[in-house]
């Protein structure tokens, strides 16, 4: 991790926690609601208010006419957030990306890595000995530019029990908590991820 990106999200930890290591997360997008991923929009938390730099309001365009062309599938709703017993063993056998309802560790998680700003941002999750702890970086265009920041939602390490690969190759992982949710990102950096998460599954094994 460059060392300047290691400054900036130590900054946005508490006094009394050390940054360990990180990882960048998106949105793994999908055509199918029921494994769809996607927080409604009042999940989703407003960040980087009033960071807004020229040139902000065209890439915001571009980016959301660049995922609308990569959904082939209308979407008619939101995705069905459930705690139904059956449903888990269903989304398991499917491979769902999302299990859970939005009040769930994996909802709070999900909505967490999916924020609104009205400039471009990168998502992370920082790592601590203790926690995971969503950080906000304004995406800026300069080297010479300081970019915004700021932290979000916060999980103890102790509630995430395990992280899986989705498939055999690309970059979706799965993330499962103790209260039997789980929620994917896309990671950027597998080899980056998997140094941070050794023990992560394989897609050969089963969704816990």
Partial sequence: MPTELNRILASALPADETL??????????????????????ERQPK???GCRRPGDRRRGLLSFLFESATLTDPKPGPVRATNDPADRAKRQKRNGRFFGTWDSLAGLWLAAGQPQAETGVITYVALSATHLRFVYVQ????????????????????????TRRRESS????????????????????DKEFLALFPGTLTHKDLIP
């Fill in 139 to 162: 995406n800026v265009r300069r080297s010479q530019e300081i970019p915004a920041v700021e932290p979000g939602a916060c999980f103890r390490r102790a509630d995430l029990l395990w």
């Fill in 20 to 41: 360990l290591g990180s990882f960048e997360v998106r949105r793994a997008m999908a055509s199918n609601r029921e494994d769809d991923a996607d927080a409604p929009p």
């Fill in 170 to 189: 690309g970059k979706e992982f799965q993330f499962g908590f103790m209260d039997n949710s789980w929620g994917t990102f896309v990671v950027p950096s």
């Fill in 47 to 49: 960040v980087l208010a």
